[in-house]
């Protein structure tokens, strides 16, 4: 049975073609004059491998930087040193807000503590019942002593 998704008809098979060179001569290699004498390289397998060892090429001469005029330079340090300066600004803002904040609390912490020590003071009783205590016997002899 046929799927119902899948065509019915042949498939048609594309083979790859090679493609052949205009020229049936290789490149020419160029020839390249040895530096040296012949070298012989030992690999880790045992394997001797003999050849010529060819000069480095020279490194391609790195472009001729512009001088920097010392105008230039002057105008970028005082931008760095602008920068610098505000946000040194910006840190000193923070911290004295931060120190003002310190001492606010501070002040706090010394009422709180001082008024408690207030109120202990008045609130608080010593050493008999709380109240005032009056000897009635020595009341009247001193009420006699000094009336009398």
């Given at each position: 049975m046929a799927h119902p998704e899948r065509p019915t008809a042949a498939l048609e098979v594309h083979h790859p073609i090679p493609l052949v060179p205009t020229s049936a001569a290789p490149a020419p290699v160029p020839a390249v004059q040895p530096a040296s004498a012949v070298q012989s390289v030992v690999l880790p397998d045992g394997r001797v491998v003999t050849g010529y060892s060819l000069a480095p090429a020279p490194l391609p001469e790195a472009p001729a930087a512009r001088p920097v005029s010392r105008t230039a330079v002057n105008i970028a340090l005082t931008g760095v040193g602008f920068a610098g300066v505000c946000g040194g600004l910006a840190l000193a803002a923070t911290f004295i807000a931060?120190?003002?904040?310190?001492?606010?609390?501070?002040?706090?912490?010394?009422?709180?503590?001082?008024?408690?020590?207030?109120?202990?003071?008045?609130?608080?009783?010593?050493?008999?019942?709380?109240?005032?205590?009056?000897?009635?016997?020595?009341?009247?002899?001193?009420?006699?002593?000094?009336?009398?």
């Open positions: 931060a120190l003002a904040a310190l001492v606010h609390q501070l002040m706090i912490l010394a009422a709180v503590i001082f008024g408690g020590y207030i109120a202990a003071i008045v609130f608080g009783h010593r050493g008999g019942g709380g109240g005032t205590v009056v000897n009635i016997r020595k009341a009247v002899i001193k009420r006699n002593h000094f009336h009398g």
